[in-house]
């Protein structure tokens, strides 16, 4: 299994940015694909999710209407889009599957993870 992100990088506050998560390795319907984050001397936190073939979403309060979650399964690839981009975003934004649930505590799949920065 692997879960490969791209699109991180720095932005400034109100900016936008998109991240893509292409998988490999699972039947991709199977599986509830999302984002968690961690940022500096804080816990991981869920920030969003999907299982496209339900078209069910969930996203955290903080990113709530700014931040949007889709998936192509066509090519085995989540994207997170990240509008009005705030300092408290900076993190480092894991994509995650689980065949079960997502948020979860026991996520089975992480990535490796991309580096967000918003700063002036």
């Known amino acids: 299994v692997q879960l490969v992100e791209s699109g991180g990088g720095s932005v400034q506050p109100g900016g936008s940015l998109r991240l893509s998560c292409a998988t490999s390795g699972f039947t991709f319907d199977d599986y509830v694909i999302g984002w968690y984050r961690q940022a500096p001397g804080r816990m991981r936190e869920a920030v969003s999710c999907?299982?496209?073939?339900?078209?069910?979403?969930y996203y955290s309060h903080p990113v709530k209407g700014r931040f949007t979650i889709s998936s192509d399964s066509a090519k085995n690839t989540v994207y997170l889009q990240m509008n009005n981009l705030k300092p408290e975003d900076t993190a480092v934004y894991y994509c995650?599957?689980?065949?079960?649930?997502?948020?979860?505590?026991?996520?089975?799949?992480w990535g490796k993870g991309a580096l967000v920065t918003v700063s002036p």
């Open positions: 995650v599957a689980d065949p079960h649930s997502c948020p979860d505590s026991n996520i089975l799949y």
């Open positions: 999907i299982k496209g073939s339900v078209s069910a979403t």
